[in-house]
């Protein structure tokens, strides 16, 4: 199995940009297809982003299309989530995910390991 840590979360203003990280540790970080998520208070978990097991194929919902890149390095073992124009609707706590799954998936179900969250608040 494998251990995942998020960090880079924080309060920033509309329009500023944040870098989440997520460290993985435990069986081989390049086994696993990575996602994003977010749970915002009184929401459900939503999907953000996801990319394939060597990085290839990154995919988004539509609401951070253009403003989001995923990215991976399977030699830090480390899943990234850039974030740029930042609008108070992304305020929520995100988490990353790994799945079993080598290609991209949308389903929090098919995810199989979570890490513990980093929030992000954005002030308008």
């Known amino acids: 199995q494998v251990q995942l840590v998020e960090s880079g979360g924080g309060l920033v203003q509309a329009g500023d940009s944040l870098r989440l990280s997520c460290a993985a540790s435990?069986?081989?970080?390049?086994?696993?297809?990575m996602g994003w998520f977010r749970q915002a208070p009184g929401k459900e978990r939503e999907f953000v982003a996801a990319?394939?097991?060597?990085?290839?194929?990154?995919f988004y919902a539509d609401s951070v299309k253009g403003r989001f890149t995923i990215s991976r390095d399977n030699a830090k073992n480390t899943l990234y989530l850039q974030m740029n124009s930042l609008k108070p609707e992304d305020t929520a706590v995100y988490y990353c995910?790994?799945?079993?799954?080598?290609?991209?998936?949308?389903?929090?179900?098919?995810?199989?390991?979570w890490g513990q969250g980093t929030q992000v608040t954005v002030s308008s």
């Open positions: 995910a790994a799945s079993n799954l080598l290609g991209v998936t949308t389903t929090p179900r098919e995810y199989d390991y």
């Open positions: 435990g069986r081989t970080f390049s086994s696993y297809a």
């Open positions: 990319i394939n097991w060597i990085g290839s194929i990154p």
